[in-house]
């Protein structure tokens, strides 16, 4: 992280948005030690890979007409650290990054699982997913902290008219929807894929249909 920051200071200057939240997480790091040196190794690739996404976002974006230059969207991992928690940014590629061989929690945020989205050893559901993407994933947190129990059918209930159409939904080819939108699947005998995998083009279409009613969720169980 300490030469991310050096090679940022030397590229861009002091003025950088994505250097002044990254330089945040670092002082953050640094003066919790206590809180942070427990955290495992897949947090710690999570940290990095919001780190990389949020500068491969914010150096592939052009200023604005007005001269604005790009915004850094790591300030609600800032939030999230400075009130001692490090949460998990799905979309990492965890397979990519160690292997196979996994060791401890496979995501602090949905629990034990298995990263292809097999089922438990007992055969049982929950179904998750390590590896949802992260732009879902900040969609979705606020609705899968406030009730364990959320998937399309239960936000759907809770959704006023008109409610939001499964068949307009498709985030990939076959996928389940509640595999890759809220990061698990809960049906025994659900037949469609659990390997992670999404449409990037479909994904803000997606969030932007059900936001109104994942909104209606978080009001319902508050």
């Known amino acids: 992280m300490c030469s991310h920051l050096k090679l940022l200071m030397m590229l861009f200057g002091a003025n950088c948005d994505h250097l002044i939240q990254v330089s945040a997480i670092y002082f953050l790091v640094k003066e919790r030690v206590a809180v942070f040196q427990l955290v495992t190794k897949e947090q710690v690739a999570h940290l990095v890979w919001s780190i990389f996404i949020d500068a491969r976002t914010c150096f592939s974006t052009t200023h604005d007409q007005m001269g604005n230059p790009p915004v850094s969207r790591l300030e609600w991992l800032v939030g999230a650290m400075r009130g001692g928690a ?95 939108f809220f990061g698990k699947c809960s049906a025994a005998r659900c ?27 978080v009001s319902a169980n508050a």
Do not use: W
């Not at 397979?95 to 438990?120: E, I, K, W």
């Not at 606020?142 to 939904?169: D, H, I, Y």
């Not at 037949?191 to 969720?217: C, W």
């Open 86 to 180: 490090l949460p998990p940014t799905m979309g990492t590629p965890l397979l990519s990054m160690f292997g196979n061989a996994r060791d401890g929690p496979r995501n602090p945020l949905l629990g034990a699982g298995t990263q292809n989205g097999s089922r438990s050893e007992s055969g049982g559901p929950p179904c998750t997913n390590s590896q949802v993407n992260a732009k879902i994933a900040e969609a979705t947190g606020e609705a899968r902290r406030c009730s364990s129990l959320v998937n399309f059918r239960t936000v759907s209930v809770a959704a006023a008219p008109p409610k939001p159409q499964l068949g307009s939904l498709a985030l990939s080819r076959g996928g389940c929807f509640d595999y890759l």
């Open 191 to 217: 037949t469609y894929k659990h390997d992670g995998h999404v449409n990037e083009a479909r994904v803000d279409n997606v969030i932007s249909k059900m936001r109104p009613a994942l909104a209606q969720f």
